[in-house]
């Protein structure tokens, strides 16, 4: 199956795995949730998620804070 190029972009489809449901006589996709593992790392606890890029302590806080700005 193929979605067209112009409902992936309106819809924020990236590439990568599907979730594809049936409900109430409609089908929904959606981006598959990232599976999480929690590490220990010393006395702290990192999330890690596979495929991921590797950020930072500064990186994670500009996300931090230009998430932060979004909602405003």
Do not use: C, T
């Not at 109430?24 to 959606?30: P, Q, R, T, W, Y």
């Not at 599976?35 to 990192?46: A, M």
């Not at 596979?50 to 930072?56: D, L, V």
Request: net charge positive; proline share 7%.
């Amino acid at each position: 199956m193929v979605i067209p190029k112009a409902i992936r972009q309106a819809a924020g489809i990236k590439p990568g795995p599907l979730s594809i449901e049936y409900r109430d006589g409609k089908i929904e996709i959606a981006p598959k949730a990232a599976k999480v593992r929690l590490i220990r790392k010393g006395s702290v606890l990192v999330a890690s998620i596979r495929g991921a890029p590797k950020m930072s302590v500064k990186e994670v806080n500009e996300w931090i804070r230009k998430s932060r700005d979004r909602e405003i």
